[in-house]
């Protein structure tokens, strides 16, 4: 089993850049893909990016790529998303998530996938 706790949300403008913390506990991080999932006010919950156990692989959202980044860090049982030129519709409510992984590069972008989920960090993007 592992936990899942988010931080690094907060007012941005729009442009501006935050970068997003999962900390994970347990000591087998290293066996778990994780992904980034958001949520806004009234809306159903969407796929951000994911990466693959071994931090070799990343999927984004078509409607970030470019200017967000995955990444982890293993031996901190830590993954990032830094977020870059902001915009008003980035605004949600950001949650982690952890899933054991089969394959070492394998990524999966389908909340329904996920086994462990963080309580979430909000973010919002001032105009």
């Known amino acids: 089993q592992v936990q899942l706790e988010e931080s690094g949300g907060g007012l941005v403008q729009a442009g501006g850049s935050l970068r997003l913390s999962c900390a994970a506990s347990g000591r087998t991080f290293r066996s778990y893909a994780m992904a980034w999932f958001r949520q806004a006010p009234g809306k159903e919950r969407e796929f951000v990016s994911a990466?693959?156990?071994?931090?070799?692989?990343?999927v984004a959202a078509g409607s970030v790529e470019g200017r967000f980044t995955l990444s982890r860090d293993n031996a901190k049982n830590t993954m990032y998303l830094q977020m870059d030129s902001l915009k008003p519709e980035d605004a949600a409510t950001y949650y982690c998530?952890?899933?054991?992984?089969?394959?070492?590069?394998?990524?999966?972008?389908?909340?329904?996938?996920?086994?462990?989920w963080g309580q979430g960090t909000q973010v919002t993007v001032s105009s």
């Open positions: 998530a952890a899933r054991a992984s089969l394959g070492i590069d394998t990524v999966t972008t389908t909340p329904d996938s996920y086994t462990y």
């Open positions: 990466i693959s156990r071994s931090g070799g692989r990343t």
